[in-house]
């Protein structure tokens, strides 16, 4: 899942970029309201972590942009204004929920996982369940019949992506913009070896789903029988 970050100070966005990262979330960050709203723009993000005292567009500015412009991505407001009047705003313009600082990390996520629940679609569950397989998208980890799958941070980002969208050819470009960051260079054979890892590590415990690749078109993780083009190696 990709979080867009807006907040200028530096030493909180490291802060929240590292830990987002090691919980398998890819991250872009910009300093200002300006550039968030650009961002928001080419890319569709999941989520978009809002700082309020931004340079240039303050928060709620563009929070009330991205609304206006019909846009559904779920927005949390991060800020050190705590005041009753500040938090009602925030809602009021179109926030789905609002934090103060300082805050715990864990509450961070907790946050985020409850954001990403909310229908949007049909993206957001807590735990996914295919076949053999089982996702749980809180705890970050993946089960084949019961037992554990061994998978990097990367490797699970990429297996819940295709969890979250099963049964539908998933190309190159919406992967990457999902499960990669905006430094993702489209040119490389990244997501192929990416797929491939997770495919090796599917194959021991999982008959099905199967995931499979539709030539010319992107792959597919798919509880059905394999469609014509659809090669599973």
């Known amino acids: 899942m990709r979080i867009l970050l807006v907040e200028d100070d530096e030493r909180i966005a490291r802060f929240i970029t590292k830990g987002l990262k090691e919980n398998s979330y890819a991250v872009d960050h910009v300093p200002d309201g300006e550039s968030a709203l650009f961002r928001a723009d080419v890319s569709d993000y999941d989520l978009v972590i809002l700082d309020l005292m931004i340079p240039g567009k303050d928060g709620f500015e563009v929070c009330g942009e991205l609304r206006a412009e019909g846009k559904d991505v779920p927005v949390l407001m991060l800020t050190a204004r ?26 961070l996520l907790a946050r985020i996982r409850a954001l990403l629940r909310r229908p949007r679609g049909e993206m957001h569950l807590t735990t996914i369940e295919i076949g053999d397989l089982s996702v749980d998208t809180r705890s970050k980890t993946a089960f084949a019949k019961g037992d554990p799958l061994d998978l990097t941070t990367k490797e699970f980002a990429l297996l819940e992506y295709f969890a979250r969208n099963t049964d539908r050819v998933i190309g190159r470009e919406e992967i990457s913009e999902h499960v990669w960051n905006e430094k993702f260079d489209p040119f490389s054979n990244l997501i192929e070896v990416y797929v491939n890892r997770l495919r090796q590590k599917l194959r021991p415990g999982v008959e099905r789903p199967v995931l499979g690749t539709k030539r010319g078109a992107g792959y597919i993780l798919s509880t059905r029988s394999p469609a014509k083009g659809t090669e599973n190696a």
């Open 82 to 107: 705590d005041a009753l009047e500040d938090r009602i705003s925030g809602l009021d313009i179109g926030a789905d929920d609002y934090l103060t600082k300082p805050f715990e990390f864990e509450e």
